[in-house]
């Protein structure tokens, strides 16, 4: 029978009717059922990261293998628990590739850790699209704080903390956090240019905007993350590469910089954002911050972003707080907690030095959302501070990891990290018959090719390993400035033979790249499970499989 009954007019009518003839209950189960199925997927969980070590690094199915293990259609009737949990196991677990498995050292990491997991449990329970701070003053007030501590944690300068005109939000990706940014970039210099124009009337500020914005360029290193190319055309803009030059290690210079912008302006084009990064994704270069503020200064109307997606965590050692100070130089900087700094997907942090500059591109205030504290001026919306307008409770899972390891245990941490990547250098230098190492390791990352054939001296350049005075890493940029081609694609050919089988094996995970015309194996152990029992198999199959190939080949 339907809750409600036809009238004789034909409309339906609720008077007089059972309403709730619901079988489900509203919270989908009871208390105790919870209670019970909550527990059991806890004990599940733990087990799941006890036995992580022995489960493949990686899945072996086949593209639509998961249609073929469900039903086409949606069940009926609901289902119980104990059924849905059942196939956890036996669905997903198949399809699922293990990135807290201390085999996986590809990518970069994304950690999980329990207190970050109980933190997303807490922001499930709490649930609310926290856009406005009276939608759950904690909410707000929290990420304010601890995006407060971050800062002081990692060193920043003081213009990022909220106590100024700066402080932290918390985005989704550090994707998000460029293409934000990257508006409040294009929205501050087509305002600085409307007011040196001196234009004022509404029509001829509309129309000179769209001018404008056609001419705007975005820059990026061309080992900056591909998000700066993308938030370029998310945000309708042009988008130029600087090309980080080899010799450099594949940091861009004030030098790179300023010939881009001047070429650039003679075309009658306005640079107006600019992406620069402590960790590439390929080689975790670091751009050259000195030289860059030195130009940067006769373009202040250039918004430049710090990514500091991964490399963003060893900030937390005060070793590295002379790069911090650096930040200076940034209008916006962003690092992802989920990646290095142990805190489950998503929680990455965006510090702009003037929040004014985020607010006056993304706030807009319909009549619904206002309201007396919005209006008052005394609270932070954070959807002024975003692209979305709802907001998830991430500031939880960040509270609650700072708190349970301190600024001494996330030290340990990296220092741990930075520790096995350290080993994993030195093995591989250990073995500089079989291997090269392309870029000094930095961030817990070694980036290594393989010699096209057994010999003690590097191939790539004919620079000589036996005679050549530079750090064994420094050998392989080019001396002199032809790269012989044929032995270049030789290495280049067996380090993708040798890539092509560790991956097709799936024991560990690992990524392989291309810098500067070089096919390279990127290796970075940086999971909470990370240990040195896995560095050292990791080299010793890199060693098998190398030659194996070698063996092959000739
Ligand atoms: N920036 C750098 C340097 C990265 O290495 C990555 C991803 O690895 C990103 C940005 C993109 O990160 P996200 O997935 O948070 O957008």
């Known amino acids: 029978m339907s809750g409600s009954q036809s009238n004789t007019n034909g409309r339906s009518s609720h008077l007089g009717t059972a309403l709730d003839e619901r079988t489900v209950p509203a919270m989908g189960m009871s208390g105790p059922e919870f209670r019970e199925a909550a527990t059991s997927a806890i004990r599940e969980i733990e087990q799941y990261y006890t036995d992580l070590p022995s489960r493949p690094v990686l899945p072996s199915v086949s593209p639509g293998y998961l249609r073929k293990l469900l039903p086409g259609e949606p069940p009926v009737r609901g289902e119980a628990w104990s059924d849905i949990e059942k196939d956890i196991e036996r669905t997903i677990m198949p399809g699922i590739t293990h990135w807290q498995s201390p085999k996986f050292m590809a990518f970069f990491a994304a950690s999980s850790t329990y207190p970050g997991i109980l933190g997303e449990m807490w922001s499930a329970a709490l649930t609310a699209p926290a856009f406005n701070w009276i939608c759950s ?10 995006l407060d501590w971050l800062a002081q944690i990692l060193g920043l300068p003081e213009v990022f903390l909220s106590k100024g005109e700066g ?7 550090a994707s998000e956090a460029i293409v934000t940014v990257m508006v ?3 929205e ?3 305002r600085r240019q409307l007011e040196r124009e001196g234009i004022t009337d509404p029509d001829e500020v509309e129309d000179r905007s769209c001018e404008l914005r056609g001419k705007l360029v975005a820059l990026g290193s061309d080992q900056a993350h591909s998000s700066t190319k993308k938030a370029a055309n998310i945000a ?27 070429e650039i302006q003679s075309k009658g084009l306005h640079p107006y954002y600019l992406t620069v990064t402590i960790g590439t994704t390929n080689t975790c270069a670091v751009d050259d911050f000195a030289s860059i503020a030195q130009v940067a200064k006769d373009y202040p109307d250039i918004w430049i972003h710090c990514d500091a997606a991964h490399a963003g965590a060893a900030l937390v050692l005060p070793e590295y707080h002379q790069l911090s100070q650096q930040m200076t130089l940034v209008d916006s900087f962003d690092m992802n907690m989920h990646k290095w700094l142990l805190t489950n997907f998503d929680a990455s942090c965006l510090y702009v030095q003037k929040r004014r500059d985020l607010t006056d591109a993304l706030s807009i205030t319909p009549a619904y959302l ?10 932070t919306d954070y959807r002024d501070w975003q692209i979305p307008l709802g907001r998830r409770f991430r500031a939880l899972k960040i509270w609650f990891v700072i708190r349970t390891w301190g600024v001494q245990g996330l030290q340990q941490h990296i220092k741990h990290h930075l520790n096995l990547g350290g080993l994993f250098a030195d093995l591989v230098r250990s073995r500089n018959d079989l291997f090269n190492i392309l870029t000094p390791p930095q961030f817990a990352l070694t980036v290594i090719t393989v010699k096209p054939s057994r010999h003690t001296e590097p191939q790539l350049n004919g620079a000589g390993s036996g005679g050549d005075p530079r750090p064994y ?3 392989h940029v080019p001396i002199k400035p032809n790269v012989d081609d044929k032995e270049l694609q030789a290495g280049n050919e067996i380090t993708k033979a040798v890539f092509t089988l560790i991956d097709e094996r799936k024991e560990f995970f690992l990524t392989s790249t291309i810098v500067g015309g070089v096919y390279a194996i990127r290796v970075v152990a940086a999971n909470p499970l990370a240990e040195e029992k896995y560095v050292r198999q990791v080299f010793d199959l890199l060693v098998s499989t190398t030659e194996e190939v070698l063996a092959r080949h000739s």
């Open 370 to 379: 206002r309201n007396q504290f919005t209006d008052s001026g005394l609270v």
């Open 167 to 173: 402080g932290g939000v918390i985005q989704g990706s």
């Open 473 to 475: 890493e420094e050998q």
């Open 184 to 186: 409040a970039a294009r």
């Open 236 to 262: 309708g803009t042009r988008y130029r590469g600087i090309t980080a030059q080899r010799s450099n290690q594949y940091a861009i210079t004030g030098k790179d910089l300023r010939a881009k912008v001047e």
């Open 137 to 146: 003053p904690a909410v707000t007030e929290l990420e304010t704080v601890v």
């Open 188 to 190: 501050r210099y087509i």
